[in-house]
């Protein structure tokens, strides 16, 4: 069971880029790291995925160093509408692929 | 493509009352799973199906929770009889293939809340 640590909080202004980090140091060789963001009142929302490397879409980049043990989630130019939780996640490699939530990672954008 | 839907949005209830939510998943998407957030914890998974099957019940809570999928589409979560600590936002999601790499697709959720 990969167990992952994420800032509580942080705090942003509107135009900024975001780096969001995330520890996972037992993760395990299939093991793909996942982000979600969750707004209030809504459930959360996949962001990107990646196994090693860097992998980009439309929304964020995920940064992954060659030992997997951490993950870096990029935001680039916030904007208010950012706000929300973030979650990094590690799916759980059994036959249902669950997923493990943390407490999350609150990102407040400021204008 | 219509996402996951879930009934009601809200629900309250009292102690010992029954009550069952409902999730439709995203059409074509076989694998179901049910979530929830309890007050001030972390969202838990509950169970998950394969088709009508339950792949993995390992979350559920104790024996006052009963899941269904009939047919293979929509699925039900009953909550019966409900206690106060059942209060909390239920989640479910459904993806389409089985594999860590495979995006699961949330609904809003449902707010239970008894009294």
């Known amino acids: 069971l990969a167990k992952t640590t994420q800032p509580i909080s942080m705090d942003s202004y509107e135009g900024q880029e975001v780096n969001i980090t995330c520890s996972h140091n037992?993760?395990?060789?299939?093991?793909?790291i996942t982000w979600y963001q969750q707004f209030p009142s809504q459930g959360p929302r996949f962001i990107i995925q990646?196994?090693?490397t860097k992998v980009t879409n439309e929304v964020a980049s995920l940064f992954i160093p060659a030992d997997r043990k951490s993950s870096t989630l990029s935001l680039p130019r916030v904007s208010l509408s950012d706000t929300a939780v973030y979650y990094c996640?590690?799916?759980?490699?059994?036959?249902?692929?669950?997923?493990?939530f943390g407490s999350g990672t609150r990102l407040l954008v400021r204008p | 493509e219509a996402g996951v839907t879930q009934f009601p949005s809200h629900s309250v209830i009292e102690k010992g009352q029954t009550v069952t939510l409902r999730c439709d998943p995203i059409s074509g998407h076989d694998n179901l799973y049910w979530y929830r957030r309890v007050m001030g914890k972390e969202i838990k998974f509950l169970l998950h199906?394969?088709?009508?099957?339950?792949?993995?019940e390992s979350g559920m809570p104790n024996n006052r929770f009963l899941a269904e999928r009939t047919g293979g589409t929509y699925s039900t979560l009953k909550v019966q009889p409900a206690e106060l600590e059942d209060s909390g936002v239920y989640f479910c999601?459904?993806?389409?293939?089985?594999?860590?790499?495979?995006?699961?697709?949330f609904g809003p959720g449902t707010r239970l809340t008894v009294l």
């Open positions: 037992n993760i395990a060789t299939n093991d793909y």
């Open positions: 999601a459904s993806s389409h293939g089985l594999a860590a790499y495979n995006e699961q697709f």
């Open positions: 996640l590690v799916a759980e490699m059994d036959s249902s692929y669950k997923l493990i």
């Open positions: 990646g196994y090693k």
């Open positions: 199906f394969v088709k009508e099957s339950k792949q993995d």
